[in-house]
């Protein structure tokens, strides 16, 4: 009988791989490139993660489920409790025109 070989595999956390406050402007860009807002709740999600926030927003009101709700892609949280999360992780928004593809 021959010999299995067995691999162990880590699972897979983009935490892991957001250690820059660099790292972290460009994964937000891409999740708000993506179109859906959906993608930039789930970014914030794992900025969160990355800098361990969530006892900094009880403190500011938002709840452990909370955080995790809005942040889930699967809920749609407000503009204040997205303005908040987005303060606390130490980030600020700036909007900009839209590049037309046709135009220039």
């Known amino acids: 009988m021959g010999l ?15 250690n820059t406050d660099e790292e972290m402007q460009e994964y937000l ?13 789930i970014a914030l999600g794992d900025i969160a ?3 361990n ?5 009880r403190e500011k009101g938002i709840s452990r489920e909370g955080i995790y709700k809005a942040l ?8 204040n409790t997205i303005f908040k999360i ?9 909007f900009s025109s839209r590049k037309h593809a046709d135009c220039c």
């Open 4 to 18: 299995i070989m067995t691999t162990k595999l880590k699972t897979f956390d983009v935490v892991d791989f957001l």
């Open 72 to 79: 889930s892609g699967e809920d749609n949280p407000t503009f």
């Open 53 to 57: 926030i969530s006892q900094l927003l």
């Open 29 to 41: 860009n891409a999740a708000i490139e993506e179109g859906d807002p959906k993608f930039l709740f």
């Open 49 to 51: 993660r990355a800098k």
């Open 86 to 94: 987005v303060q606390e992780l130490g980030l600020q928004m700036q």
